[in-house]
């Protein structure tokens, strides 16, 4: 069974130490729970497919420190820049080019790419501090939220010790999810952004957003 620790200076830096040990941790974040495991672990995004019983097909986005990070990861493009820059930390997950020159695990995209497709990735930096923090630490987190799949996601550390205590190694515990929408989520990998998930921040936002900085409207 997981062990659960309050989240604070003590609890993300016990949280950092297992995570860079391979470790699945279960963190708060700005919606819901989320539980991550460290980037570079061996077999760790597929220990989040099975701790979910998720399908290996569907992506599993990153949480970052900053916007700057995101540049470790994506290219980013005019769109994805004024989008992160108006809207981050918050509820917007960009869907960007992958750099070339990173080695990113197969299963974060959701398993193999088919032959011409644009390998591609989710970035987001959450309002909390909580997993800024360790993204700070350990570089950009694969994180996915703290439920089965398909069903609602755990609300507090009790519901994430019931329902995945047995596939945690710990839980960062800040107390109540502060719940609400699901990140909006846009693809920025083509000519023109185009909405994958209405969410926290409104269409209508993003949309002003991108006319005052001369760029393309965002397509549904």
């Given at each position: 069974?997981?062990?659960?620790?309050?989240?604070?200076?003590?609890?993300?830096?016990?949280?950092?130490?297992?995570?860079?040990?391979?470790?699945?941790?279960?963190?708060?974040?700005?919606?819901?729970?989320?539980?991550?495991?460290?980037?570079?672990?061996?077999?760790?995004?597929?220990?989040?497919?099975?701790?979910?019983?998720?399908?290996?097909?569907?992506?599993?986005a990153l949480l970052l420190a900053d916007v700057?990070?995101?540049?470790?990861?994506?290219?980013?493009?005019?769109?994805?820049?004024?989008?992160?820059?108006?809207?981050?930390?918050?509820?917007?997950?960009?869907?960007?080019?992958?750099?070339?020159?990173?080695?990113?695990?197969?299963?974060?995209?959701?398993?193999?790419?088919?032959?011409?497709?644009?390998?591609?990735?989710?970035?987001?930096?959450?309002?909390?501090?909580?997993?800024?923090?360790?993204?700070?630490?350990?570089?950009?987190?694969?994180?996915?939220?703290?439920?089965?799949?398909?069903?609602?996601?755990?609300?507090?550390?009790?519901?994430?010790?019931?329902?995945?205590?047995?596939?945690?190694?710990?839980?960062?515990?800040?107390?109540?999810?502060?719940?609400?929408?699901?990140?909006?989520?846009?693809?920025?990998?083509?000519?023109?952004?185009?909405?994958?998930?209405?969410?926290?921040?409104?269409?209508?936002?993003?949309a002003r957003c991108l006319e005052s900085a001369g760029l393309p409207a965002v397509g549904r």
């Amino acid at each position: 069974m997981a062990r659960r620790i309050d989240d604070g200076p003590d609890g993300r830096a016990e949280a950092a130490r297992l995570l860079a040990g391979g470790a699945i941790v279960a963190i708060p974040t700005d919606t819901v729970y989320g539980i991550a495991v460290g980037l570079d672990t061996p077999g760790g995004i597929e220990r989040l497919f099975a701790a979910k019983s998720r399908p290996p097909d569907k992506a599993i986005a990153l949480l970052l420190a900053d916007v700057a990070q995101a540049a470790e990861i994506g290219e980013m493009t005019a769109v994805a820049t004024a989008l992160a820059t108006a809207f981050w930390p918050g509820g917007l997950t960009l869907v960007v080019p992958r750099r070339t020159d990173r080695a990113l695990p197969a299963a974060l995209t959701g398993g193999d790419l088919a032959p011409g497709a644009i390998p591609t990735v989710g970035l987001r930096v959450p309002d909390h501090d909580a997993p800024r923090a360790l993204a700070r630490a350990l570089g950009p987190l694969p994180t996915t939220s703290a439920n089965r799949s398909g069903e609602p996601e755990a609300r507090d550390a009790a519901e994430i010790e019931a329902l995945l205590g047995h596939a945690v190694d710990l839980i960062l515990d800040g107390g109540p999810s502060r719940g609400g929408p699901a990140s909006t989520v846009v693809d920025c990998t083509g000519p023109e952004p185009v909405m994958r998930r209405a969410g926290a921040i409104a269409v209508d936002e993003i949309a002003r957003c991108l006319e005052s900085a001369g760029l393309p409207a965002v397509g549904r």
